[in-house]
């Protein structure tokens, strides 16, 4: 063969492959920039019409099977995603395999897109296909990079409030069965504390004390409020502090006097500060002396506590997006006594949240609504802050965890403190999704018969009271709301429905939080 043969053969074989892969591309860059968006939407078809097709074929199987799993977890298997979205290792590798698909996928589009576009091309074209790659590309890491930072805000959360059981201490903790926590408890009793340390105040007192008894096969759930001014607070006959307190919480050499030293909301701080280590290991010894005083004085069992900082829930109303709550009476925004503990100087309020139906309050209103107490009653407060719960959980929905998710994680780890252990979140947060849907209501204590005062409260009847509220014979049927409210309009007058007066609720029964809570501008916060 002469050196002009085989030169002409070398030459011709390169046209011949190119004129191949030719016969794949597009004709044109708006063509290419059409097939290249399909390549993004559907992984592998993009890399199966440049001509890669065993390559394409295999991304595309890939897609298609992550779809199907998803959907298949989602459908059927929310037990395994709430596991796994609290354990702290899992979603770890959660984060990485986000990162790792998403960089997959800007791969396919910018590799689809090689094979798609046309050999020749004008710059205009080719620096259209670039942008429009671009963008894509930027498409596509974006929502990557906030799905990460959304896990690992997750696992943050779960990280900083939650321990798991071998790493953190508790006196007062039950052992259960961490494959079905609930199989041997009917009810879950739940030990809600507002910790009020904020600027200003010296040490920690627990104004908010709550009891949430939870129907673990219903979600049905009944809220108990304490008062924070009860004495003689009772303690557990095998715990070491009734040995010191046998009559309870106070002391006997001043009197029956009031004693705000030994009121329900020192003992977070005061218990410690005189029995450091009494109760043995914790890491919290203030809510477990409050969770042993709160079970023995209504007659339960009390399982774990969650203690809200205040300045925290300000923060976790405001990435909520705020609540909607019925403001009935006006409510004192600060404003303080002079007396009691933490207490300073006498001081008016700096203002007050007028009343209106279907307020939208922020955090720094919505706290006040719940703490606001000067020149009102107790109960008036306690009822407030149960209100206050109601709309909180009211409020939570799938958009507004999806949209500021890092927000309400970010305000959660200054939120919470508990000492209930990842081990169990599961199981939690399937209970919390029975609680959203099913019926809460308020136990009345018969305050103007058990607890007039707060210097020797008959925790017998309230016990009796309790019992009688969380095994009633036959299901209460919670009354319709007797109240119609409507927004306000944007003048800032209100405008609502003429409203009959509220319910009269017999002391000691149980009452609907949606009656409790509904607009009634009668009342007027002061019994």
């Known amino acids: 063969m002469s050196r002009s043969t085989r030169a002409a053969g070398r030459r011709s074989a390169p046209r011949a492959n190119r004129s191949r892969h030719r016969t794949h591309r597009a004709r044109t860059a708006s063509k290419a920039i059409g097939l290249t968006l399909l390549s993004a939407l559907v992984p ?71 094979l798609l576009r046309p050999v020749t091309m004008t710059y205009t074209g080719r620096l259209a296909g670039s942008l429009f790659v671009g963008l894509l590309c930027f498409g596509i890491a974006v929502p990557t990079t906030v799905a990460a930072q959304t896990v690992m805000a997750q696992r943050d959360l779960v990280g900083s409030v939650f321990q798991s059981e071998g790493d953190s201490k508790s006196a007062t903790r039950p052992k259960v069965d961490k494959e079905d926590p609930w199989a041997n408890t009917p009810r879950l009793n739940l030990l809600l504390l507002g910790a009020d340390d904020g600027a200003g105040r010296e040490g920690t007192r627990t104004d908010t004390v709550i009891v949430a008894s939870i129907d673990t096969k219903t979600g049905d ?15 557990p006959a095998d715990s070491p502090l009734h040995k010191v307190y046998p009559d309870g919480y106070w002391d006997p050499k001043l009197g029956n006097v009031e004693q705000p030293e030994y009121y329900l909301d020192a003992m977070y701080e005061n218990v410690p500060k005189a029995h450091p280590g009494i109760l043995g290991q914790t890491d919290n010894e203030g809510a477990d002396a409050v969770k042993l005083a ?67 309050l922020d955090g720094y209103h919505a706290l006040w609504f719940a703490r606001g107490r000067y020149g009102l009653s107790d109960p008036s407060r306690q009822e407030r802050q149960r209100c206050t719960i109601h709309a909180l959980v009211n409020t939570v929905n799938p958009a507004t965890l999806v949209t500021k998710y890092q927000q309400i994680a970010s305000a959660g780890k200054e939120l919470l403190r508990t000492d209930i252990p990842q081990e169990i979140l599961p199981a939690f947060i399937e209970l919390g999704l029975k609680v959203k849907n099913a019926n809460v209501t308020n136990v009345d204590l018969d305050k103007s018969k058990n607890f ?34 409507t927004k306000k309009p944007s003048s800032g007058t209100t405008t609502r429905k003429p409203t009959s007066p509220k319910p009269t609720v017999t002391p000691g029964a149980t009452e609907s939080l949606d009656d409790a809570c509904a607009y009634n501008p009668n009342e007027s916060g002061d019994n």
């Open 221 to 235: 759930t009944s809220l108990i409020s304490l008062s924070r001014n009860w004495m003689r607070m009772p303690f």
């Open 452 to 485: 007039p005062t707060g210097k020797n409260p008959d925790y017998e009847a309230m016990q009796q009271i309790v019992q009688k509220a969380i095994n009633p014979k036959s299901k209460p049927v919670a009354s319709t709301p007797s109240t119609t409210a």
């Open 294 to 360: 709160a079970g023995a004085a209504l007659g339960l069992d009390i399982d774990y506590y969650m203690q809200v900082n205040l300045a925290g829930f300000r923060q976790i109303i405001d990435a909520l997006g705020g609540i909607t709550v019925n403001v009935n009476y006006r409510v004192p925004i600060g404003g303080d006594y002079g007396a009691g503990p933490g207490s300073n100087s006498e001081k008016k309020p700096s203002g007050y949240i007028e009343p209106g139906p279907n307020q939208k």
């Open 44 to 114: 592998g078809s993009g890399l199966m019409m440049g001509g890669r097709k065993k390559l394409g074929a295999f991304v595309l199987t890939i897609s298609i099977g992550l779809l199907l799993i998803g959907a298949y977890y989602g459908l059927t298997k929310r037990d395994s995603i709430l596991a796994f979205a609290v354990s702290p290792r899992q979603l770890l590798i959660a984060t990485a395999a986000v990162v790792g698909l998403g960089i997959c996928w800007i791969w396919v589009v910018v590799a689809s897109h090689k």
